[in-house]
């Protein structure tokens, strides 16, 4: 396993940002803060899921702050590790269900051009 260590965000990389494009990274934080807001879905949920997202797209600086945000909404670790097994599990799936594109190419259906 490699040891990559991610640069950590610091308010300087998030000053620069906002003076590059100040509206988007304005209209940015309004999104994100409406989209974690209570609504159906509580807060926990929504960072629950947020975690089990960070987990497939594999983005270090998403788990960590979802999981921060997702603890500070009050779940647990074992909450956490089941949200992270949803994404392993869906993860898999999609594999398994894209297999039927490989299982058409190597048995061609009769009929079916080569």
């Known amino acids: 396993m490699s040891d990559i260590t991610m640069p950590k965000a610091t308010r300087a990389h998030a000053e620069k940002r906002h003076a590059l494009a100040p509206a988007t990274d304005d209209a940015f934080h309004a999104f994100s803060k409406a989209v974690f807001a209570s609504g159906v879905l509580d ?3 929504k960072q629950l899921i947020a975690v089990a997202v960070a987990h497939v797209t594999q983005c270090p600086w998403c788990i960590e702050g979802h999981v921060k945000a997702a603890r500070r909404e009050g779940a647990s670790g074992e909450a956490i590790m089941e949200a992270i097994w ?3 599990e869906m993860r898999a799936g999609a ?3 894209h297999s039927i594109k ?3 190419l ?3 259906q009769p ?3 080569e």
């Open 95 to 97: 594999a398994f269900a």
């Open 102 to 104: 490989a299982l058409e």
């Open 111 to 113: 009929g079916a051009g």
């Open 43 to 45: 807060a926990r949920t």
């Open 106 to 108: 190597i048995e061609p």
């Open 86 to 88: 949803v994404a392993a």
